[in-house]
């Protein structure tokens, strides 16, 4: 009898415990309640993940190059301070809750691989700050009542060969076996720190993966073995959270995978620039059906609004959630909000696209004025703090939300 109720209580906590975390069953991605929780949010791009465009910059278009281009404007201790103080703006408190308040229910997090080693990385080398920041972020949506998925944007080596993972050119992640141990090791960190977190809905595992530039039939039968390991490490020690398998090029192709490998997993892909139409997403709703798995469009957007509406109508009618990218951009109406072009800002641009194939040329280059250099930089710090932004109302009502 001692034993029977042992077993029950047990059994009952494991059920109790399952029910606080956002779950799977069949093709679809269940909430804490049981009920169908279609996923409709947002990415926080440009934040733990730079991005070129986002300054708008061109060439210049990866965090790693940002970071070299503002050492040179205005050196190594001036751009550590600069990044320690975007890190904090950028994305705040405020944001959070403004993003719940529209109607959000979650949003995917972009993170370098970086955060959560010594590397360099956005001026600082030490390998608890991913911690510091996500825990942060966390902490307010777990208040405000919105999930958040943990997206690995770059990871070690570079999964997608572009200035997207932040790397050196090439999808080294695949060909590197000492990339991949410490890819998984550093989900196995995160997946420790966070296997409780009834916040969290899931692990995005790699973004993007595998650019159609390079060897299509050497690199994609790398992809999903990378998965498993990656899957293995994390359930190790968290069977809780979903995990999010993007497809290769740029997580459009589902074909190198096969059955189903774990029973809590999400196949996302993201789609840009396509017609807005249920034959663009067909195939992956094919792969749904044949695997009974759920499906899920981890990016979209970069679009006008009536493409905007017609694609999230498109991926509601058929029961796929959605996170738009990204939330915030400068100067710019294809997005959640946006803020203005600070006061000598046209000076940095011009700088990060001149060609410099050396020293000489960054002397050269280099504008004589610094203060207008510092006054830009500075302005865009504070330009983009949200009480600065400004909200694009026809996106936002194209999402379905309501402008606040």
Known sequence: MKRIILITAVLMTNILQAQKFIS??????????GKLFLIKGTNLGNWLVPEGYMFKFQDINSGRLIDQCFNELIGPDATKAFWKKYLDVYIAKDDIHYLKSIGMNSIRIPFNYRLFTNENYMGSNDATRGFTYLDRVIGWCKAEGLYVI?????????????????????????ESAESRSLCASIWKKIATHYKNETAILGYDLLNEPIAHYFDKDKLNPLLEPVYKQITKAIREVDNNHILILGGAQWDSNFKPFGEPFDKKLVYTFHKYWTSPTKEVVQDYIDFRDKY??????????????????????????????????????????????????PQYYDSVIAYAGKPKKNFEDIRMQRPKEQEMITKALDGFLENCRFKNCTQNNGYITALGFKPN
């Open 24 to 33: 799977t069953k069949g093709r679809d991605i269940i909430g804490i309640d």
């Open 150 to 174: 943990l997206d690995m944007h770059c990871a070690p080596g570079g999964q997608t060969g572009d200035n997207i993972d932040d790397g050196y050119g090439y999808p080294f992640l695949f």
């Open 292 to 341: 009974n798995v759920p499906i899920y469009c981890g990016e979209t957007g970069e679009n006008d609004d009536d493409w905007v509406k017609a694609f999230r109508n498109t991926l509601e009618e058929n029961n796929i959630g959605w996170h738009y990218w990204p939330y915030k951009k400068i100067d710019n109406s294809k997005g959640i909000v946006t803020f203005a072009v």
